[in-house]
């Protein structure tokens, strides 16, 4: 088969290798769309770390099962299905195992005619997307619903700045920002994607490359709730100002370098939180804290929802955990023609709890 191989540091190669053979557990599946990350280019700059040379890249991508290991799974044969590259997160949905990895490096990854993975990385495409549409849903699609919900906690009518809306997690976590109805406020460094968020429903935009946009966001009624951050450096003590007291900065990733300091009396005295998502890797890549909820195939998951006329979802999401549940509320978009309250079903016995609730996100 072909596929796309990191041939030695800085260069790229199309090449031929063998077909996976399938183990214990795994899945062949045909891709039949694949997405581009700066993960990606990343690696093959080599400004990312445990690279190794012969390894097929890419981490998002969606395509057909074609075979399984044994009769077990042989119901996903023929299924159009979402890829989830993280590998290993292990049991603790905060924190990612010493095991975890990422398809595309260093295991091989979706920039090949096939690709073997585990049987439960596997989502099926959402109704509403075509296959190039679900391709390129899961990397930025769930490090942002992590950033926003899990660790920023955002909530209904709360302020929110997303900073470089050019950037495809950014303008994921736009979408979701709007469907949970908060207050979108934008960065970026060109006039017309402001302009094009505005249109889109952002509260204001500003634009970071000329000066009096600091001083412009300073004046943002009450200041912000949650800033999402992909960029580090020595903005960051910019944006500690502009929190209100309690809020939270989440950033996933550092392509601006790290801070010379830290203003952290402001943060001590204000009591400001600033939350390290993806451990502000510098590398600023999307994946690395990429969601993973699936506890166990079925998962145990629970949805308590009641839908509105608007399609607007109002659910609660419970999973089974030691020592009890963890549940999560908040709000998605579900279609639907029925005006009173009901229940959504999953259709799968297998499918992700994160996911699920990304298709109620995108489902518009």
């Not at 091989?108 to 073997?116: C, L, N, P, Q, V």
């Not at 920002?177 to 934008?186: C, F, G, L, S, T």
């Amino acid at each position: 088969m072909k596929a796309i191989v990191l041939a030695a540091p800085g260069k790229i190669e199309m090449k031929d290798v063998p077909v996976p053979v399938l183990s214990a557990g795994k899945a062949l599946v045909k891709m039949k769309a694949v997405a581009l990350n700066r993960r990606d280019d990343f690696i093959r700059e080599g400004k990312y770390p445990d690279i190794k040379t012969g390894i097929i890249l890419g981490s998002d991508g969606a395509g057909v099962v074609e075979s399984v290991h044994g009769d077990e799974h042989k119901e996903w044969i023929g299924k159009e299905v979402v890829i989830n590259p993280n590998i290993e997160w292990g049991s603790n949905p905060d924190v990612k195992s010493s095991k975890y990895s990422i398809l595309g490096m260093p295991i091989d990854g979706t920039f090949a005619e096939y690709i073997s993975v585990p049987v439960d990385r596997l989502n099926h495409k959402p109704f509403h997307m075509d296959i190039l549409q679900a391709s390129a849903l899961p990397l930025g699609g769930l490090t942002a619903f992590r950033a926003l919900f899990r660790k920023g906690e955002l909530r209904a009518g709360q302020n929110v700045l997303i900073s470089g809306f050019g950037g495809g997690v950014a303008q994921f976590a736009f979408l979701f920002a709007k469907a949970a109805e908060a207050n979108v406020y934008i960065t970026s460094g060109s006039d017309d994607k402001i302009e094009k968020a505005l249109k889109l429903g952002a509260k204001g935009g500003y634009n970071y490359k000329k000066q009096t946009t600091y001083d412009e966001l300073w004046k943002t009624k009450g200041g912000f709730d949650l800033i999402i951050d992909s960029a580090g450096g020595d903005q960051i003590n910019n944006f500690i100002k502009m929190l209100r007291p309690a809020g939270k900065i989440v950033f996933y990733g550092a392509t601006n370098g790290k801070p010379d300091k830290v203003d952290l009396y402001r943060n001590v005295l204000e009591s400001d939180f600033a939350d390290g998502h993806n451990h502000g890797q510098r590398s600023g890549v999307s994946g690395d804290a990429c969601l993973r909820e699936q506890t166990s195939d079925p998962p145990n998951c629970r949805f308590d929802q009641t839908v509105f006329k608007n399609g607007r979802v109002v659910f609660r999401y419970c999973q089974a955990e030691q020592g009890g549940e963890n549940c999560v509320s908040g709000l998605g978009i579900y279609k639907t023609s029925q005006s009173h309250p009901t229940k959504i079903s999953t259709h799968s016995s297998s499918l992700n709890c994160s996911v699920f609730l990304l298709q109620l996100f995108l489902a518009q």
